[in-house]
């Protein structure tokens, strides 16, 4: 059973554009969920991250949403650009930073210059 | 500064036999984990080690086994393989055991059962 939901599961977008990215979630232990990117042949890197306790973090051209009664958490990427063509995966883990991480399925987005 | 090495980058293997892959975590970090990512899915948490112990297992089979050695390097076993192995293998380093920094991945081991 997948713990993570991700949707959608490819997107386009245009340079310049905003791209978002939807997760949802079962279970209520989760209190820790990233967002990572993965490049082709790499492993995944620490995009950003949040916390139950704050509803929106935002680190530069990146923003997480955060809905804890509907168990929902978002991405968001302003100004989309042609680098950030990659795979997303949120995650979510029942402590914070713990090691244990539910990843969603990633979503490969495409920048169109 | 180094980030998470694993090696070998690429692994070929047939149905039945053994494989060994090794992670060194970045300087520092004290704690290990093992994903596997089968192609177009999300990693799968395999084990967490933590000061050469385990702290965390997934959902696999006994055929997955690991360890930690004292200079917090480790390694990842698969007896038996089976096709359905067939995946990138991750190791992700930690300063503790639950680090509100994070992990960080390395670039993994691809490992191919024919």
């Known amino acids: 059973q997948q713990q993570v939901k991700q949707s959608p599961q490819s997107l386009i977008v245009q340079k310049g554009g905003i791209s978002i990215i939807n997760c949802a979630y079962e279970n209520t232990a989760f209190d820790y969920f990233p967002w990572y990117q993965q490049f082709p042949g790499k492993g995944p890197a620490l995009l950003i991250a949040i916390r139950p306790d704050v509803s929106e973090k935002k680190e530069g051209r990146f923003t997480i949403s955060f809905n804890k009664s509907a168990k929902q958490f978002s991405l968001h990427i302003m100004d989309s650009q042609p680098g950030d063509s990659a795979t997303y995966f949120c995650a979510a883990s029942t402590k914070t930073g713990a090691n244990n991480l539910f990843f969603g399925t990633g979503t490969r987005l495409t920048v169109i210059p | 500064d180094a980030g998470v090495t694993q090696s070998p980058t690429h692994l070929i293997k047939t149905r039945g036999q053994h494989v060994t892959l090794r992670c060194s975590p970045i300087?520092?970090?004290?704690?290990v984990s093992w994903y596997q990512q089968v192609l177009g899915q999300g990693p799968q948490f395999i084990f967490q080690y933590y000061e050469k112990e385990e702290r965390g297992r997934g959902n696999f089979p006994d055929r997955f086994s690991a360890r930690q050695f004292p200079n917090y390097s480790s390694e990842l076993n698969v007896n038996a393989l089976l096709l359905g192995d067939s995946a990138l293998y991750l190791c992700?380093?930690?300063?503790?055991?639950?680090?509100?920094?994070?992990?960080?991945f390395g670039p993994g081991t691809r490992l191919t059962v024919l």
């Open positions: 300087s520092g970090h004290k704690s």
């Open positions: 992700a380093s930690s300063l503790g055991l639950a680090s509100p920094k994070g992990q960080f």
